[in-house]
């Protein structure tokens, strides 16, 4: 069964209200109810097949604690610009603006990109425009989303009959998970007006390399993902709930049955977008290889084998719209 979103007005954050899109196509985006267990298994599969991603509804996370974080990173935006850059550039954490990595790539974004590992987590005293209360929260935030990722991870499990248990869920509860937490803004645009109607990119298309992203974002529009036939498509604004999409870790440990998603962010109206993600990512020394429990007998591995660290190395030194995969596909 399809739902769409249907727009929720954000009566706590005004800067954050929703806005009206460039574009009226949307796509229809599977819809999983985590409190049908039975069904959200087969459904979770079926959308990580077909679309490399799904919206999850009923997932017990606190509506509270999602919005102290959010007023919270409201609050941090809002300082002067001066005081947002003493928390930065992100070496590789930190605050960051405009600028997309080492290559390059600019958007129309600001961001702060976070570790969740407590051993790696930069303190208090790096971060001036960060209250301790933030801290806080982030850490609370972080471990909700981990839990709810790693339910969704093991529901996969269980319906492609993936052994031993916890083989995947297992990657990002590890305590050495290389995994991130992500919150990107998108400042109103003064000069969009003057674009003739065009769009202007928030955030360039790309897949995520981990295994697994978590989205939630505010009731603004703007996050588009491409088909399978190259179309891109807008993705409904949905505050109430969280939305997972397929990394390119995950599309080579299923040997290619499913796909990552590759997604972009347009800012194409005048009113502020936040974004919070959490990416999954296993420790740094795991080797991405296709399961040998999902493996049929004489099916041979499309891609090169490789560690985390190996990956994450070349998607750093790559162009956010590159095929990083490519490098990887073993030659027929």
Request: charged share 20%.
């Amino acid at each position: 069964m399809v739902v769409l979103s249907e727009p929720v007005v954000h009566t706590d954050l005004a800067s954050f209200q929703s806005c009206e899109s460039s574009s009226d196509i949307f796509t229809e985006v599977p819809v999983v109810d985590m409190s049908d267990a039975i069904n959200a298994k087969k459904l979770i599969v079926e959308a990580c097949r077909e679309l490399g991603f799904f919206k999850v509804i009923n997932h017990g996370i606190s509506p509270g604690l999602v919005a102290m974080l959010e007023s919270d990173a409201v609050n941090f935006f809002a300082l002067p610009q001066q005081e947002k850059d003493r928390s930065g550039p992100p070496s590789p954490f930190g605050y960051g603006n405009t600028r997309i990595g080492p290559n390059g790539d600019t958007g129309w974004v600001e961001y702060l990109l976070l570790s969740t590992r407590p051993d790696l987590m930069l303190h208090i005293p790096y971060f001036p425009g960060i209250s301790e209360t933030f801290w806080v929260v982030v850490g609370e935030y972080v471990s909700a989303v981990a839990k709810m990722l790693k339910g969704v991870l093991e529901m996969i499990s269980e319906e492609l009959g993936i052994g031993p248990r916890g083989c995947l869920s297992g990657l990002v509860e590890n305590e050495k998970s290389d995994s991130y937490f992500r919150l990107n803004h998108y400042r109103p645009c003064p000069n969009l007006q003057a674009l003739s109607g065009r769009n202007l990119i928030g955030f360039g298309e790309h897949t995520d390399p981990q295994i697994m992203s978590v989205l939630r974002s505010c009731n603004a529009p703007g996050l588009e993902i491409c088909l399978q036939n190259g179309s891109w498509v807008s993705v409904p604004s949905d505050q109430t709930s969280f939305y997972f999409s397929v990394g390119d870790s995950l599309q080579v440990m299923t040997n290619g049955r499913f796909k990552s998603v590759k997604h972009r962010v347009v800012t194409n109206c005048l009113k502020s977008r936040m974004s919070m993600i959490y990416f999954g990512g296993p420790p740094l020394n795991k080797k991405i290889v296709p399961l040998c429990s999902l493996m049929e007998e004489g099916e041979e591995s499309l891609y090169e084998e490789f560690t985390w660290s190996e990956y994450k190395k070349s998607a750093y030194n790559s162009n956010l719209g590159d095929d990083r995969l490519k490098l990887f596909e073993k030659i027929k």
